[in-house]
């Protein structure tokens, strides 16, 4: 790997808020290099609960700042990726003894699902210039007055020195980590990290709503619709210090959940109805509240470097709702020569250009368009792919022109447009990660898919 120019941004996690800053500074005419050591999306942005909310306990919490960003945002983020964020109506059960109807009223959200929102910022941000690595690390990085000198790692182990005029550290549960590789203190600041887990069961129910389940201790679990056939239910809150690399929603967790739900749907959940848990850990900004729970939610911009000094700036807290007002605070706090104004608010995502303006009606006209692809494959095909439905299909004049069917009407094709378009290496990064189609492939799907990827995964490593 060689990146011998000085850019203007290093930035290091390619998480929503490493890809949102990507975005932002590349159309404001920065030059940008985004490495992430592993997977786009890889980390804690995979496992939020993918709601896009104002948030009631940042209510109770008194956080208005972020209650009024959060809300604001919303209705900018439906129009910039309506084929990703979905509206939906929250059921919420009322017990006397929790929390006022008033408050459950003011905190009412939107349910949205985000699968592709880091990749289509990514996938924006190198439209616009950015250059972004995939499988590469940041080892250490120094000051050397003006410019900060970096080494980076690739995954084959080589290494290569890069210089940048300001470093970006958009590194989620790693951020003091990053800091301290660059040498970077950052005073008294300091993350808490809170572990969270999520379960995905067959439907529980029909129609389209979300419910909002209020439990013992103020807890919130969400219970959601969740790829046709499923349901989403979480999350849980705990205290973590242990491996961010090996972090997983265990027995007692999956179990709790299944309690939660136990005690306001009629039947009770066992743990045995499981099909997949997922787990991630909060970065949160250390304010010392007393509970996991009271820890805000807001984040916190961290500048290092005096005027002279080429400047870091350490993305703790937040959340996916904020990302885009996020990327627009961290450009403004940089203030580097050279910048240009915002611009993000009124600009669509990759794939936002539904034709008719929904889903629905870009579905109808994929199936126009290719009058042998089934409406539930159409379907799936927009809210994954909106516009760009049409690109990924190409030239097919039939069901055989999209070359191996995987199952779940996973062809060649799609996955060679993953590999091309969206950073895929792996049949994790294609089943969990860019789709969800993991939860309805066999094993021996799975494995054939492993196959098909075989080269390329060798050729990445060689
Ligand atoms: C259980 C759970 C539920 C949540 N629910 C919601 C929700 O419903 N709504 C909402 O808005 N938010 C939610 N969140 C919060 C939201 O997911 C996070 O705030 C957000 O994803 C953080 O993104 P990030 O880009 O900062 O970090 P990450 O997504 O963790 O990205 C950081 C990246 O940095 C990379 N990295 C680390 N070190 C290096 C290095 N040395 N070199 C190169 N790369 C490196 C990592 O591999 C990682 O991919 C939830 C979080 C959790 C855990």
């Given at each position: 790997m060689t990146v011998s120019s000085a850019v203007d941004l290093l930035i290091v996690g390619g998480g929503i808020n490493g890809a949102g800053i990507a975005r932002d500074a590349a159309g404001r005419g920065l030059s940008v290099l985004l490495v992430e050591r592993g997977d786009l999306a890889g980390a804690t942005s995979s496992a939020s609960s993918k709601l896009i909310h104002g948030?009631?306990?940042?209510?109770e919490f008194g956080e208005f700042r972020l209650v009024r960003e959060s809300l604001l945002e919303r209705e900018v983020l439906l129009r910039m990726a309506p084929h990703l964020i979905h509206p939906a109506a929250f059921v919420l059960p009322h017990d006397r003894s929790l929390r006022p109807r008033w408050m459950l009223r003011l905190g009412l959200l939107l349910y949205d699902h985000l699968g592709r929102l880091v990749i289509a910022n990514a996938r924006d941000a190198v439209r616009r210039g950015t250059r972004i690595r995939r499988g590469t690390e940041l080892?250490?990085?120094?000051?050397?007055?003006?410019?900060?000198?970096a080494?980076?790692?690739?995954?084959?182990?080589?290494?290569?020195?890069?210089?940048?005029?300001?470093?970006?550290?958009?590194?989620?549960?790693w951020a003091m980590e990053i800091a301290r590789r660059a040498g970077v203190e950052h005073g008294k600041a300091a993350l808490r990290l809170v572990k969270g887990s999520h379960i995905v069961v067959p439907r529980l129910y029909a129609g389209a709503q979300a419910y909002m389940l209020q439990n013992d201790g103020g807890r919130i679990v969400f219970v959601l619709p969740f790829e046709q056939d499923f349901t989403l239910i979480g999350t849980t809150e705990a205290p973590f210090d242990g491996d961010l690399a090996d972090v997983a929603c265990t027995d007692e967790e999956a179990a709790y959940l299944c309690r939660a739900v136990g005690r306001w749907f009629a039947q009770p959940l066992p743990p045995s109805a499981i099909v997949w848990r997922f787990a991630g850990v909060r970065p949160l900004y250390e304010d010392h509240a007393r509970s996991a729970s009271a820890v805000t939610r807001d984040y916190v911009l961290l500048r290092d470097g005096e005027p002279s000094q080429a400047p870091m700036l350490s993305v703790l807290g937040g959340k996916i709702t904020t990302y885009r007002r996020l990327a627009e605070h961290a450009l403004e706090r940089l203030d580097l020569s050279?910048?240009?104004?915002a611009w993000s608010a009124g600009s669509p995502l990759p794939g936002a250009a539904l034709a008719g303006g929904s889903t629905e009606t870009a579905a109808a006209a994929l199936c126009s368009d290719y009058p042998w692809l089934d409406p539930v494959s159409a379907d799936r095909l927009i809210r994954r792919y909106g516009s760009e439905a049409?690109?990924?299909?190409?030239?097919?004049?039939?069901a055989e022109d999209l070359g191996e069917a995987f199952g779940a009407g996973l062809t060649a094709r799609e996955v060679d447009w993953l590999r091309r378009e969206e950073w895929a290496e792996s049949a994790d990064d294609i089943l969990w990660r860019r789709t969800k189609l993991g939860l309805r492939l066999g094993a021996n799907e799975r494995a054939r898919l492993g196959k098909y990827l075989a080269p390329c995964v060798q050729a990445m490593k060689s």
């Open positions: 948030g009631l306990r940042y209510l080892v250490s990085a120094r000051r050397d007055g003006a410019l900060w000198r080494e980076l790692r690739a995954a084959d182990g080589s290494r290569a020195q890069v210089a940048a005029r300001a470093l970006v550290n958009a590194g989620g549960p050279g910048t240009g104004a049409a690109a990924m299909l190409g030239d097919a004049r039939r």
